[in-house]
């Protein structure tokens, strides 16, 4: 008696078996972070033929083929890339991916890749996922650039740098000079406009000073509607003077004013004299009744410091945060990319490696071209929908004991065939 019906039941046990072992693994992983859940596809496994079809011919017509079906086959278990929601989990270094790509691990010599951001700093400060693992990325040179020409290598926090000063060159003076007031007159009593501010300068030791600049209202030179003499001094020492115009309309007038002004400070604490280049392009003299507000709206120039802690942004710059107030790029998260992300293999610890139809891993910065952007201090959640794992489980093992069924009949029926000697 033929056997068909079971051996094609019995296919449908161990398939069903593989999508138990699928559900199974969804679930337990429903908290795992950047998990990607799995589904199962069938396809038939091939059909008996008994009569093949035969085509239409005078005076009779065709006939369709008469076949049976010889069960199931397993045709692929693929993984759904969706994206997970993002949980905050407030530790730094946690990162989570909003859009396409992969972390890169460095694992001796053979990078591995993930979408589990959960990551670590260790004791020697290089950021590891909970096994050790260095996080892959572009280390930033010593003046923060990022050249991801480079190859690639594990990112390193320098808990510790220091950072050495750098003197005062350029600073940028913002604000207005009160248009309303008079050309200054000494007195006895004084008249006219007059205005003091001060400016902060550093040298090459970093050591820093408080520089008084003094603005008062002169008579205006040629092609200019008013002008202001500036004078930069330190106690009693005068550094450098100059001249800063205006024309009608209260805008900064650079060809009336002193060319390329700047003045000199000199240490007596040994560092190098300090040259300093204001820059007055942006101050307007309009009028504001008895109030001006010219000041030094930034400057070059900084002190020492160390680094103090560090955060990573949308698109992957570690940026360290110096306890002088300064910033500094300090490496640059890699992103991995595949043309094919459901043809990376699986290995242990949720890990993923590239296959022969992945694709080769293309490497770029979080935000750029297909990237996807980074968001510290979170984690990408499972993409399982436990809803729909408890429905397919229940498909499964409706179909598994349906399949069982079909083996328990055909066992009854064959029973019943070798009953008819007796």
Known sequence: MSSTAMNSAITGLSNFQKMLDVVSNNIANVNTAGYKHSKVNFQELYAQTFRPAAAPSSPSGGSNAVQVGLGSSLASIDSVMTQGILEITDNPTDLAISGDGYFVLGANGNDVYTRNGHFLIDAGGSVVDGVGRPLQGWAASSTGVIDQATKPAGIRVPFGDSMTAQPTANMKMVGNLDGSQAIFAAGPPATGGRFVTEATVYDSLGQDYRVQVTFTKVAAPVGAAAAWNWSADLGAANLGT????????????????????????????GAAPVVVAPDFATVTQLVTPGRSTVAAGSQDGYPAGTLANFSIDRNGLVVGRYTNGMSKNLAQVALAYFTNPQGLERASGGLLMESGNSGKPQLGAPGSDALGELTAGALEASNVDLSKEFTRLIQAQRAFQANSRVITTMDEVMGEVSNLRR
């Open 242 to 269: 100059g001249v800063t115009a205006f024309d009608p309309n209260g805008r900064y007038l650079a060809a009336s004013s002193t060319a390329n002004p700047s003045f000199t400070l000199t240490p007596t604490n």
